[in-house]
T-cell receptor, first 116, second 111 residues
């Protein structure tokens, strides 16, 4: 079964600290892995997209890693800010063998709260 | 450039009523999608479209219909709303199968 599991479910950190969010997936055949940030009451916004051959990708203070062998990804946030408070969603895309195209499987997200 | 917009932002329906959610994008994207987001669950695909005049079922299509009469618009219809359709609905668009851009969402409550 194609699944994406994220941990922890929620996290509280102090402003300025670093944190790492985890994503494990069983989606196959793998196409790419995406991390989205979703602010409360808003739609998800893409942070990074990684293909099979990429094992690290950065976007400012956000760094995503991918280990396609173990089917794990992480999102590291450096020097957190209050504005980082949001839900972070891991999304894995798989190829559709019959008919073509891609299909996305969404994780349930990690709810991050950054406090003073 | 407004990106992806959704109308309305909030709506309350009684069981059995019907309504249409409108999604519009100004990025000339071929692909458009409708998702629902429920507490404790990942976004789930309802229907999608790979071009004007074409639609296809997603993961949870029952109780919903869609139309893509114009490239920039994707409509989601509920013919007879049920409490199980209480959810937040997101529209997204993409250039082919690449990065998806999401709208701000529509919060629907069915009583």
């Amino acid at each position: 079964k194609n699944q994406v599991e994220q941990s922890p479910q929620s996290l509280i950190i102090l402003e300025g600290k670093n944190c790492t969010l985890q994503c494990n997936y069983t989606v196959s055949p793998f196409s790419n892995l995406r991390w989205y940030k979703q602010d409360t009451g808003r739609g998800p916004v893409s942070l990074t997209i990684m293909t099979f051959s990429e094992n690290t990708k950065s976007n400012g203070r956000y760094t995503a890693t991918l280990d396609a062998d173990t089917k794990q990804s992480s999102l590291h946030i450096t020097a957190s800010q209050l504005s980082d408070s949001a839900s972070y969603i891991c999304v894995v895309s798989r190829y559709i063998l019959t008919g073509g195209g891609n299909k996305l499987t969404f994780g349930t997200g990690t709810q991050l709260k950054v406090e003073l | 450039n407004a990106g992806v917009t959704q109308t309305p932002k909030f709506r309350v329906l009684k069981t059995g009523q019907s309504m249409t959610l409108l999604c519009a994008q100004d990025m000339n994207h071929e692909y458009m999608y409708w998702y629902r987001q429920d507490p404790g669950m990942g976004l789930r695909l309802i229907h999608y479209s790979v071009g004007e005049g074409t639609t296809a079922k997603g993961e949870v299509p029952d109780g919903y219909n869609v139309s893509r009469l114009k490239k920039q618009n994707f409509l989601l219809g509920l013919e007879s709303a049920a409490p199980s359709q209480t959810s937040v609905y997101f529209c997204a668009s993409s250039y082919l199968g690449h990065e998806q851009y999401f709208g701000p969402g529509t919060r629907l409550t069915v009583t």
